[in-house]
């Protein structure tokens, strides 16, 4: 992924950026699925998805090689 990542991201790095968004947005869906105190409150999953970001930025290869910022809704 992140070879794919350098790669893709030299000739349209924006279209990279949107990718990186959808690739947050399944995780948001994974994560609702995934666990019953997340189900019910979108800004609860976002929280913790910028926790779990912030705690290991290198977890995702999206996250560690482009700035894409959460969805914000």
């Known amino acids: 992924m992140r070879g794919w990542i350098n790669y893709y991201g030299r000739f349209y790095p924006s279209r990279l950026v949107r ?3 959808q690739i947050d947005e399944y995780l948001i869906r994974w994560a609702r699925q995934k666990y019953k105190r997340l189900r019910t409150s979108l800004r ?3 929280r913790w998805l910028r926790g779990v970001k912030r705690h290991s930025p290198t ?3 999206h ?3 482009t700035r894409t910022a959460l969805p914000a809704r």
Request: cysteine-free; glycine content about 8%; charged content about 15%.
């Open 19 to 21: 990718s990186g968004r």
């Open 44 to 46: 609860r999953t976002l």
């Open 59 to 61: 977890l995702f290869a």
């Open 63 to 65: 996250w560690s090689q």
